[in-house]
């Protein structure tokens, strides 16, 4: 077992050993007849800060506050812990009350949006990473352009230097939808293998009617195509991993604002 | 029908070191004692004395105080003292005399005002600590008025307060210095600075390399140096001489062979090489053959080199050697102990420059072997990888990245690419990443743009000021933004295209601009391994996946799943 393996399996140690010892205590305050629901409550509200203080240490790299992989790992931990917490401080999964309905619905889209996150970041790299290519994500719409531009002159060439328009003819009805800008999004992020399909469709049903020197066309725009797809891939991937933080940020943000709200009104008029 | 294209093959003196060397130049200087010295008549035509006195050597004049070798940096030339006098450093003495960096450690304070200190301008710089630099242009009279520009020298400012604080020795007209670090390829080991205004002959590592072979004397004399100053200590630093006395270790260098394979200049080659397809074993200088005799035991002392055996049609890459290693122990131990004639059971190539010492199998057996308590282990695995395990290291062989101590190696199918690595690297660079997020791919690892901080760091070859230079903690290659001149040598050499020159501006974002020749300030720039920031490199740290490390192929392992 590596070093890495015995970090994560200790984080998720402590982790444990910390909830049981918060259940031990929990009881404790219960058999002195008071709730533990502001033990819990404070607890709740110290791992919801620590969660967040995730994005803090990122933009805070030039600091020396441990490594990111550690934190990572933390995070998805104590997310875990958060809500083995969650349901021990509202004894419920779904509680009465408007406000605390509201901060369930927040706390639960946060944890799955997490969950969903963590899950295509172990999922997506290898599945790009299997194109064989590599393109930086900001650089896609260029690649795309000069793709598009390569298979427009190559058809112009074919029509050109063939006198028959049936490969332009085709381009016009149904690649040039293709090579526009990146498609089949929902098909590669479900992992479906639409697009090659529909390539291979588009290619047979004009093969027929070409002749030799236009298959030889054909076949380099198909390559192209080939391209043009993994590249898509990486388009949809490469955002689907950068914008679900979109979703997960302003979640947390909004949780920890609730979250605050309630930790006043309940110390202001319930303690 | 084919066509063909004719082209002059190109000849050795093509590209002379300076044009302005003249045939007047060179009759002077064979009247000089120190070249008539040298025999002349021992000298092939076509690449006679004269011809490498014309082709491969300048006349270098240095101003009182200019610092004409800097201790750590590697230099490909040696300097023959024409006229003046010279001072070489013998104990300690300042750094920044030098242009060296001198940034320090960052405390708690400095790294935490990165937050508000760093730039939005891209490249932005503090004019003011160009102010204090000790650099000028070099001296261009005389035969180097056809030069196109004067070189860019660091220079000692007070040269009087540096005599009396510093302990110098004097050097004067007809001595040579620089030979070693130049045919050893290794960092010059003394700072040396011009007392007077100096004339000096710069001859170059092909000119020296030549002169060493057709001028007996001249090679025992380089040898003889070499053997006085650093085979005796390297040979009692390797641990199968180790136990020898040092009576039979004198013995052991006595008979000890130098030897050369492959380009000084590897790297242009090596560009061009790549660019064309043509890299490969079989353009590799040979060393030893598999099946040859083994003759000597063949120790690497600068360089590398492939250890290969023969496989299909082709030639399968086992390991690499580096300096230390050593190659054809097991051979020379099994046919002494055996009595009988055992061949090499794989080929050694040159990898670019490869600098031998070759210990002859007799001096083994002799003092070596019989002190030997048990035979020597075979550290060479022969087999037992599958050629899949073993593409990993022949891409890292044919790429190069063997020369790396710290190539930045992302493992793609832990990536996510939120370039937290590159964001990180910037918000400790003032607001400027040092590095690319691409590069080479093999399999689902990519070595991305990164500096490596090569072993044999050839960027710093050629910096007119030594502004590129190794840290004195740690090794790192860095480079001092102050007395950088932008001339992009370094960015030139680099046959990894890990160097990058950028347009530098102001704390106000405008755009500094050379005012006599109308061209913008140019800075060359990499990454530093955050050395002036506490912690590890940055960009390690800021990876939440564990999928970015830096990595030595020489001495890491490379498991998947484990990048520790």
Known sequence: MNLIRIRHLMIWLAAGIVFDLLLVEGRSVQVQLESPSELTGYWMLGTIIFLALFNLRKRLSMLPLGNASTWLTLHVVIGVFALAVFWLHTRTIWPNGMYEKTLAILFYLTVLSGIIGYLIQRIYPRLITQTGIEVIFERIPLRVSELRQKAEALVLECCDQTRVDTLGRHYLD???WFFSRPRFTFNHIVGSQ???????????????????????????LSRLARQKEHIDLHYTLQGAMKRWLLVHIPLTAALLALSFWHFLVVNVYSL | MVSVAHLTRPQRWDSPFDLGMGESDVASLMERSEIVAINAAAFPDQTPLAGILQNDTR????????IVVREGDYGNSAFLILSGKLRVFVGDYPDALLGRDRTKKKGIFATISQIWTNSNIPEARDTKMYESQAVRSGDSRGARSRRRSSPTRVFVQDIPAVLDECRTAEMGEGELFGELAALGRIPRTATIFAETDVALLEVRWQGLREIRRFDDRFRRAIDQRYRQNALLVHLGETELFSSLDEEILGKVADATLFETYGAFDWHVS???????GQGGVEHEPAIARQGDYADGLLMIRAGFARVAIEFGSGQRTLTYLGAGDTFGLEELYAAWKSGETVSLGASLTALGYVDVLRVPAQVLEKYVFPEIASPPVETVDTGTRTLAENALLEWAVEERFINATKSMLIDLNRCVRCDDCVRACASTHGGNPRFIRHGKTFDHWMVANACMHCADPVCMIGCPTGAIHRSEVGGTVVINDETCTGCATCASSCPYNNIRMVEIRNRSGGALVDPDLKRPILKATKCDLCYANPGAPACVRACPHEALSRFDFQRDTLMEGDLS
Request: aromatic residues 14%; hydrophobic residues 25%.
């Open chain 2, 59 to 66: 006349i270098a004049y240095y101003k009182a105080g200019d």
């Open chain 1, 174 to 176: 149904s690649l040039q």
């Open chain 2, 270 to 276: 090596f560009q061009r090489l790549q660019s064309s």
């Open chain 1, 194 to 220: 639409r697009s090659r399909q529909w390539l291979k469709h588009q290619d047979e049903a004009v093969r027929r009617y070409l002749n030799e020197d236009e298959r030889k066309y054909l076949d380099d």
